[in-house]
């Protein structure tokens, strides 16, 4: 091997920030929940925690390689030091990552990682006062026979959210705390619908979450159906948005009545009460002015394209004939209806005569004809019409089945919803290629889907830890803007690692010893921080 002064130059490997990850599996003890459950019974030379490890590594690696694909990504990163002693990239192979997918979906995907939240977050201070329950769907390629009697989803068509009406998918729900920490997953075949799914979750959750507190299971308008409020009932608490369809609603958006301030001043309310699907339950009406100057903006902008879209709906009805004048006032009067923002500028009727046969020329005077009408018109903007519009934009209604919440708890716990799609947005972000599935099996993608929210949780953990840590004892990291703060988001404390290498010096006696380099005091510092288990991977 080459040597320049002692220094060997084919091993210099990538740490980067793989060693906060890794120091999150440990502190976390998710080693000791997998070895539990899937104990190593043949003579492999990787335990199944260790194959888990790698995939969260490669899950959380941040660059442009596929998870199950990932035996290519430890090419040239320190495996020994982030794995454990005599493991190198050779163990890492397509075998091991299929043994330990297999392992897992035969467990249960669900089932381990309620244990693993069960063991590693539910006993800490993390808290579990709000679940929000989503769900989302991801594309896959190829095809997949689904064996529904061993319990397997099927990866068939549904409704894409990614717009891809040319994959099959499978809908992936999810539930996190309020911090956007991964409480539950549970995967379901591509064509399930949001109603139904969301349900199941809160009923799932509502097993195997046991909390002293009151707990809130918080989700979006497509949880709100009648059948979903029956089947809880009253003590199974939650909070939704009310949906536009549900008439009670769209008439409470249109009140009069005066709102009262909310302790957040860009929003006011109105409280109400409501038996709506056989359920007491409080309404809350917000007035929000973020979302009435998004609104606004949005109507404007899309008050030209709706004027076309009416005038060639309007050229349809004015090449139409009609046998009498009272039909066409009653076809120009349904018009009007369908397009409600509008009104005549002018509306006539015309009188068209042809004679019975076709025949050129005039009809000849006292000759018989035919006659049908034809309403000519133009249209315009009804300013009433606008003003009401303009008038409730920004009002949405918030629903819960406990009284006792105010209006501004309502709301705070509501917004926190987005933690839930900001989750999903990490799933599927260009960097975390993991939703770009092909397996062999439905139950290794349900499998996958676990390993994926579990790179979720453990990222989720990492950072809310650092930044309590930041808060508690009033350090602060550079941001990407070179200033100083304490909320840092942890992939931009991956970035500050992204130069940390190990390599190899020979030392007189012939002794190789591992070093690390580009560490510097802001980099030790954050991983003082976070712990000793972080710590020790880059010593």
Same mark, same amino acid.
């Given at each position: 091997?080459?040597?320049?002064?002692?220094?060997?130059?084919?091993?210099?490997?990538?740490?980067?920030?793989?060693?906060?990850?890794?120091?999150?599996?440990?502190?976390?003890?998710?080693?000791?929940?997998?070895?539990?459950?899937?104990?190593?019974?043949?003579?492999?030379?990787?335990?199944?925690?260790?194959?888990?490890?790698?995939?969260?590594?490669?899950?959380?690696?941040?660059?442009?390689?596929?998870?199950?694909?990932?035996?290519?990504?430890?090419?040239?990163?320190?495996?020994?030091?982030?794995?454990?002693?005599?493991?190198?990239?050779?163990? @890492?192979?397509?075998?091991?990552?299929?043994?330990?997918?297999?392992?897992?979906?035969?467990?249960?995907?669900?089932?381990?990682?309620?244990?693993?939240?069960?063991?590693?977050?539910?006993?800490?201070?993390?808290?579990?006062?709000?679940?929000?329950?989503?769900?989302?769907?991801?594309?896959?390629?190829?095809?997949?026979?689904?064996?529904?009697?061993?319990?397997?989803?099927?990866?068939?068509?549904?409704?894409?959210?990614?717009?891809?009406?040319?994959?099959?998918?499978?809908?992936?729900?999810?539930?996190?705390?309020?911090?956007?920490?991964?409480?539950?997953?549970?995967?379901?075949?591509?064509?399930?619908?949001?109603?139904?799914?969301?349900?199941?979750?809160?009923?799932?959750?509502?097993?195997?979450?046991?909390?002293?507190?009151?707990?809130?299971?918080?989700?979006?308008?497509?949880?709100?159906?009648?059948?979903?409020?029956?089947?809880?009932?009253?003590?199974?608490?939650?909070?939704?948005?009310?949906?536009?369809?549900?008439?009670?609603?769209?008439?409470?958006?249109?009140?009069?009545?005066?709102?009262?301030?909310?302790?957040?001043?860009?929003?006011?309310?109105?409280?109400?009460?409501?038996?709506?699907?056989?359920?007491?339950?409080?309404?809350?009406?917000?007035?929000?002015?973020?979302?009435?100057?998004?609104?606004?903006?949005?109507?404007?902008?899309?008050?030209?394209?709706?004027?076309?879209?009416?005038?060639?709906?309007?050229?349809?009805?004015?090449?139409?004939?009609?046998?009498?004048?009272?039909?066409?006032?009653?076809?120009?009067?349904?018009?009007?209806?369908?397009?409600?923002?509008?009104?005549?500028?002018?509306?006539?009727?015309?009188?068209?005569?042809?004679?019975?046969?076709?025949?050129?020329?005039?009809?000849?005077?006292?000759?018989?004809?035919?006659?049908?009408?034809?309403?000519?018109?133009?249209?315009?903007?009804?300013?009433?019409?606008?003003?009401?519009?303009?008038?409730? @934009?920004?009002?949405?209604?918030?629903?819960?089945?406990?009284?006792? @919440?105010?209006?501004?708890?309502?709301?705070?716990?509501?917004?926190?919803?987005?933690?839930?799609?900001?989750?999903?947005?990490?799933?599927?972000?260009?960097?975390?290629?993991?939703?770009?599935?092909?397996?062999?099996?439905?139950?290794?993608?349900?499998?996958?889907?676990?390993?994926?929210?579990?790179?979720?949780?453990?990222?989720?953990?990492?950072?809310?830890?650092?930044?309590?840590?930041?808060?508690?004892?009033?350090?602060?990291?550079?941001?990407?803007?070179?200033?100083?703060?304490?909320?840092?988001?942890?992939?931009?404390?991956?970035?500050?690692?992204?130069?940390?290498?190990?390599?190899?010096?020979?030392?007189?006696?012939?002794?190789? @010893?591992?070093?690390?380099?580009?560490?510097?005091?802001?980099?030790?510092?954050?991983?003082?921080?976070?712990?000793?288990?972080?710590?020790?991977?880059?010593?």
């Amino acid at each position: 091997m080459p040597l320049v002064d002692g220094f060997d130059d084919t091993s210099i490997l990538s740490i980067g920030h793989l060693g906060i990850i890794a120091g999150a599996y440990d502190s976390l003890q998710i080693a000791d929940v997998i070895d539990n459950a899937l104990p190593k019974t043949r003579h492999h030379h990787l335990s199944h925690s260790q194959v888990l490890k790698a995939m969260v590594l490669n899950g959380l690696g941040f660059i442009e390689r596929r998870l199950y694909l990932f035996p290519d990504f430890f090419d040239d990163i320190a495996v020994e030091r982030l794995l454990g002693e005599g493991i190198t990239r050779d163990h @890492l192979n397509d075998d091991v990552l299929g043994r330990t997918l297999d392992a897992i979906a035969a467990y249960g995907p669900t089932e381990l990682f309620n244990e693993i939240v069960a063991k590693c977050l539910l006993p800490t201070e993390f808290g579990s006062h709000c679940v929000h329950v989503d769900t989302t769907n991801f594309s896959v390629t190829g095809a997949y026979e689904s064996d529904l009697n061993m319990g397997e989803i099927e990866i068939t068509y549904g409704h894409p959210k990614d717009g891809r009406w040319d994959l099959k998918r499978f809908v992936l729900g999810m539930a996190s705390n309020q911090y956007g920490v991964p409480l539950f997953l549970q995967t379901f075949s591509g064509n399930e619908s949001d109603k139904e799914t969301i349900l199941t979750i809160i009923k799932q959750l509502k097993e195997n979450l046991k909390s002293a507190e009151k707990v809130y299971h918080v989700a979006d308008s497509a949880f709100y159906t009648a059948t979903n409020l029956q089947s809880l009932g009253q003590h199974t608490f939650w909070i939704s948005r009310v949906p536009a369809t549900v008439k009670e609603a769209r008439d409470l958006v249109r009140t009069g009545d005066p709102f009262l301030p909310c302790t957040d001043d860009r929003y006011a309310y109105q409280e109400h009460f409501s038996e709506y699907a056989g359920i007491r339950q409080k309404w809350v009406l917000y007035r929000s002015i973020p979302m009435y100057e998004r609104e606004e903006k949005t109507l404007e902008k899309n008050l030209a394209k709706d004027l076309d879209r009416a005038r060639t709906s309007l050229r349809k009805l004015c090449s139409r004939e009609f046998a009498c004048v009272p039909d066409a006032r009653i076809a120009a009067e349904k018009w009007l209806e369908q397009h409600p923002r509008y009104r005549f500028s002018d509306l006539e009727i015309v009188t068209i005569t042809r004679k019975p046969e076709k025949k050129r020329g005039r009809p000849k005077n006292g000759e018989p004809v035919l006659l049908s009408y034809k309403i000519t018109a133009g249209i315009e903007h009804n300013p009433e019409v606008l003003a009401e519009e303009r008038r409730i @934009l920004g009002r949405f209604v918030l629903a819960t089945n406990d009284p006792e @919440l105010s209006a501004d708890e309502l709301l705070a716990n509501y917004k926190r919803q987005g933690a839930v799609e900001r989750g999903f947005r990490f799933l599927k972000d260009s960097s975390f290629r993991v939703a770009e599935v092909y397996l062999k099996k439905p139950s290794r993608i349900q499998a996958l889907a676990m390993v994926m929210v579990l790179c979720l949780f453990i990222y989720s953990m990492t950072e809310f830890r650092l930044r309590r840590e930041l808060e508690r004892t009033g350090e602060t990291v550079t941001s990407q803007t070179k200033k100083q703060t304490r909320r840092p988001t942890l992939k931009w404390t991956f970035f500050l690692f992204r130069r940390v290498r190990e390599f190899v010096i020979v030392v007189e006696d012939g002794r190789r @010893l591992k070093r690390v380099t580009n560490m510097n005091e802001e980099l030790w510092k954050i991983l003082r921080l976070l712990g000793r288990e972080y710590e020790n991977y880059y010593i």
